[in-house]
């Protein structure tokens, strides 16, 4: 399985995990439980997020090498303006059904605040992606990122990609400390209206970049051959996998604790502002380090280590990203996530018209929204042998 496929069933894996947590069955279910989210402050938007940057970095670094700025950057900027038409396309068939449909509007409240299709103002700040609909915030968040992508990626390719990594450091620090507030604060108060929000977005965009351009810049390094990632995650350097558990452990209890009101208050009230996920605060970004540097040591090196347990723990990983259907709906990643975003508010309006289920119906239904994933995938390989332009192994791809 070369790189491509592997990160293709990460970005599947993900895009699986994300299903299971955006339903929103009445009371609950058990089957959310089921995520490495319940044991660590690492979440799958975290892991898609980078792995996004990281294959623009992989793929159309090399296209600007080849071919020049514009070329690559040509190509960027036009990912991001078809990622804005399915942005455009969601909206449409939230706005249209939330009118038609009985009780749509009311039902979908808190996940679409006052957001109408007679409301002008929302309609065009929806439209200009500043009042987000619930989980459609990944979205926007991408586009926002390819259109500065290819001004990283040609400092990167020149060299300085301690500034990119310097820059993006500095937003996410001065969202740590509220000073974006200066230019947001009027912002929303400007198009509040009569609603709670003006602007409505789960994720701090500029706190959040900071996932993305962190790929970009090991992506755009490896598409120069500046890192040998066998030797940097090599069996012998047990300090990664060492450290990246041990800072996994210590996080491990305090998730657990704020997860289930195990904390008191007072350690609660000091440990809060460094655990805000809306601002990836400190607690995220370490965690999310250690977790990543775990997976991709024990995905390189795990293979060839010298204890079978090991071994045997990364082939089971590797065997989980070959699951053809992970691969499959990583490959249009982004396509099945704009999808996906239509079957969960059609799944919450099914379970809030209809009486309570049992745990068992939530579970099929729940497998019957992450089938239903496949559909955007299969379309667009109808024609097609495997992955764009031939088998699923062929040359790099232009990530979906």
Known sequence: ?????????????????????????????????????????????????????LLVGLVYARKMIKSGFMAGASAVWRRARQLYV?????????????????????????WMGDLSITDPVRVISAMLMVYQPTYMDILPQYILYMLVAPFALWLCLNGRWGVVALVSFLLWFTVQLGLQTVLTTPIDRALVGEGQFGIRAHFNILAWQTVFFSGVVLGTLTAQKKIDWTRVFSPERSIIPVAALAVCLFFLPLRVATGYGLMSEDLLQRFMPFEVRATFGPVYLLNFVAAAAGVAWLAIAGPRHRFAFVRAIANALHWVMTLQFLQLIGRHSLQVYAWHIIIVYGLIYVDLKTPVFSELTKTLIAFLGISLLAIPALWRERDKTGGEGGTPAASPRVPR
């Open 86 to 110: 399915y942005v455009l396309v969601a909206l449409a068939i939230l706005l249209v059904a939330a009118a038609l449909l009985p009780d749509a509007a009311q039902l979908w409240s808190p």
């Open 1 to 53: 399985m070369n790189r491509l496929q592997f990160i293709d069933g990460l970005r599947g894996y993900f895009l699986v995990f994300m299903m299971i947590n955006h339903l929103n069955f009445t009371g609950g279910y058990w089957l959310v439980k089921l995520n490495h989210n319940q044991l660590a402050f690492v979440e799958d938007a975290q892991g898609f997020i980078f792995l996004s940057g």
